[in-house]
């Protein structure tokens, strides 16, 4: 069983800035894909960045420049720093693993966090 907790959600002014974490607990092998996804009301979930097992990162284009996603291996950990964030970030913000669990990690699973609230407001 593995578990993804977010953490780091929370109200910020336009051009302020927050940092996401997602730690990952339980039966871990090794981790694949790693990415932050975001959803706002009414619209589908969509990629804000992504870092391969290889450390490859690519980033949705209205966050260049601006988010920037990494890793701590040591400490199963993914985090997200937003900086300069726009009332158009506000969404829901969820991380996805895809990791290698069970005996000798024979099954590769995708997990979900469970959410965390970005709200950009004056």
């Known amino acids: 069983q593995v578990q993804l907790v977010e953490s780091g959600g929370g109200l910020v002014q336009p051009g302020g800035s927050l940092r996401l974490s997602c730690a990952a607990s339980g039966s871990i092998l090794s981790f694949n894909a790693m990415g932050w996804y975001r959803q706002a009301p009414g619209k589908q979930r969509e990629l804000v960045a992504r870092i391969t097992s290889g450390g490859s990162i690519n980033y949705a284009d209205p966050v260049k420049g601006r988010f920037t996603i990494s890793r701590d291996n040591a400490k199963n950990t993914l985090y997200l720093q937003m900086n300069s964030l726009k009332p158009e970030d506000e969404a829901v913000y969820y991380c996805?693993?895809?990791?290698?669990?069970?005996?000798?990690?024979?099954?590769?699973?995708?997990?979900w966090g469970q959410g965390t609230q970005v709200t950009v407001s004056s």
């Open positions: 996805r693993m895809i990791i290698a669990t069970g005996p000798k990690g024979i099954y590769t699973v995708a997990y």
